[in-house]
């Protein structure tokens, strides 16, 4: 099970204000701040007293792609447009991805630094239903 992991980001107070606003649809807020380096977590998240995803300084990072899980399909909604109004890109909208399994409902924004954020739910609407 991983206990967290570190996101590279060029501007840490950039990222903090996005990530904060984007993954507010998902509990997520600040956990733990030491100097640039900032940690996040779900306020209901189980595990540790510390954060899941911290965000470090890095010069020239490279992007990646990194998934969080949503209880339903509308916080993967409200992760979309938190996101898009937080600053980040469109790489994705909202949407059943049967390619990958039935009920694989999610959306891709990139953050600042061209991080392919994806928040998905596995239990999402089935092709043919409205989004729950």
């Known amino acids: 099970m991983i206990d967290h992991i570190s996101l590279n980001v060029s501007d840490p107070a950039v ?49 990646v792609h990194l998934a969080l899980t949503a209880a339903t399909a509308e916080q993967v909604d409200a992760f979309h447009t938190a996101a898009l109004a937080a600053g980040g890109r469109d790489n994705g909208v909202p949407g059943e991805r049967p390619h990958y399994h039935p009920g694989y409902y999610a959306a891709f924004v990139l953050d600042p630094d061209g991080n392919n954020l994806e928040v ?13």
């Open 120 to 132: 998905v739910c596995h239990d999402g609407p089935r092709a043919g239903e409205p989004a729950r």
């Open 15 to 63: 990222s903090r204000a996005f990530y904060v606003k984007a993954l507010a649809p998902l509990g997520y807020e600040v956990a733990a701040e030491y100097g640039p380096f900032v940690g996040l977590k779900a306020a209901d998240a189980e595990g540790g007293p510390g954060a899941d995803l911290w965000l470090a300084p890095a010069m020239d990072p490279a992007p």
